[in-house]
């Protein structure tokens, strides 16, 4: 196991809603959002829960070179490991429901895309339209907010809430196949705004 895997996992064991699995995302799942989410012809993308960086690794080769990206982490181990490792990128550790905040101080008016694998599924009500309304104003209209769910949270009174706040706040909704190849098997989203 990795140094990277085993700080992760070590997170988990002490904040296990907030970090919401066991192990890092894997290269399938990430390949498969970041093509449906358009990353490559963004110009303003931010991550919400970076992590390790299983997806921030990816958006540095993917995106154009002269676009803007913000990962954004709330969790300060995660974060300052992750800042070590991509000096060259801008890791903010706060919560992702202060997005429009951390927009201004970089004078950026709008987001074209947005990355999550936040835990959606363990967050309360009130706790998802913190965070959801806020990168949804935040979007340029067209752009695009591309998010992870798993299946083993599929069942749970949060996650059919948060597909429903899904439909609520943006004009498409669409639901990829279920990719077994992670742990747990998970599918994404990808909404337009
Ligand atoms: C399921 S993990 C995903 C980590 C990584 N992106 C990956 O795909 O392997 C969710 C991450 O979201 C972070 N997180 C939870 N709540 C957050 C919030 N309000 N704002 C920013 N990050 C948050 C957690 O600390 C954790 O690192």
């Known amino acids: 196991m990795d140094q990277s895997t085993l700080l992760f996992w070590r997170e988990f064991l002490r904040h296990p809603t907030q970090i919401g699995a066991l192990v890092p995302t894997s290269e399938g799942l990430v390949q498969a959002m970041l093509q449906g989410a358009q990353v490559s012809q963004a110009q303003v993308i931010v991550e919400f829960g970076a992590g390790t960086g299983s997806f921030t690794k990816e958006i540095v080769k993917a995106k154009a ?3 803007r990206f913000l990962a954004i982490e ?4 995660l974060a300052q490991t ?3 490792q991509l000096p060259q990128i801008d890791v903010c550790c706060e919560s992702a429901a202060n997005l429009p905040q951390l927009l201004q ?3 950026l008016k709008q987001v074209d895309t947005i990355i999550s694998t936040l835990p959606w599924s363990a967050f309360d009500d009130q706790l ?3 965070l959801l309304a806020p990168a949804c104003k935040s979007l340029a209209p067209g752009g695009r907010f591309a998010t992870v769910a798993y299946l083993s949270g599929l069942l749970l009174p949060g996650a059919r809430r948060f597909a429903r706040k899904l439909k609520e706040c943006f004009r498409h ?3 990829a196949p279920l990719i077994w190849n992670n742990l747990p098997p998970a599918f ?3 909404c337009t705004k």
Do not use: A, G, T, W
């Open 65 to 67: 070179p002269d676009s």
């Open 74 to 77: 709330l969790n300060p181990h």
């Open 82 to 84: 992750l800042q070590s």
């Open 105 to 107: 101080e970089r004078n």
């Open 128 to 130: 998802q339209s913190q």
């Open 173 to 175: 909704v669409y639901r």
């Open 188 to 190: 994404f989203y990808i």
